[in-house]
């Protein structure tokens, strides 16, 4: 592939330039999951995306949290937290992410952590086991 088989990729490239990216810089941010990833009622197409939606305070809905634990769990105010650690086997269909949580009580603050599950559920990575 040369430029001259792609004029547009001058037009692009300018672009870029102007912006102050790269190719190479756009295409990480593509690659590494900048690009949305929720998919309708399915869930996430990576169990890490599933866990750093859950982190982010977004657990609300049906996109994020498994069928038997959605109707079961008030998570309106679900606290934000970090993103610990994501534990799936490759080409698994179930595993688990740990999150830590500050936790402020008699003026100091510490860090709580919690493991979850995520499921394959619907297609899509759910969290699921809120509830214990």
């Known amino acids: 592939m040369t430029d001259l088989q792609y ?3 001058d037009r692009i ?5 102007a912006l102050g990216l790269t190719a190479t810089a756009v295409s990480i941010a593509v690659l590494s999951g900048c690009a949305t990833d929720e998919s309708a009622d399915a869930g996430f197409r990576t169990p890490h995306s599933a866990a750093e939606a859950f982190a982010d305070g977004k657990p ?3 996109t994020l949290i498994c069928k038997s634990d959605l109707d079961k769990a008030n998570l309106a105010g679900w606290p934000k937290s970090r993103l610990a650690s994501v534990d799936v086997a490759s080409n698994g269909e179930k595993g688990t992410f740990t999150v830590d949580v500050p936790v402020t009580a008699d003026g ?3 860090t709580q952590s919690f493991t979850y599950d995520l499921v394959m559920e619907d297609g899509g990575w759910k969290v699921c086991g809120l509830l214990g």
């Open 7 to 9: 004029p547009q990729l």
């Open 108 to 110: 100091g603050t510490s």
């Open 60 to 62: 609300g809905d049906s």
């Open 13 to 17: 490239r300018s672009i870029l330039r």
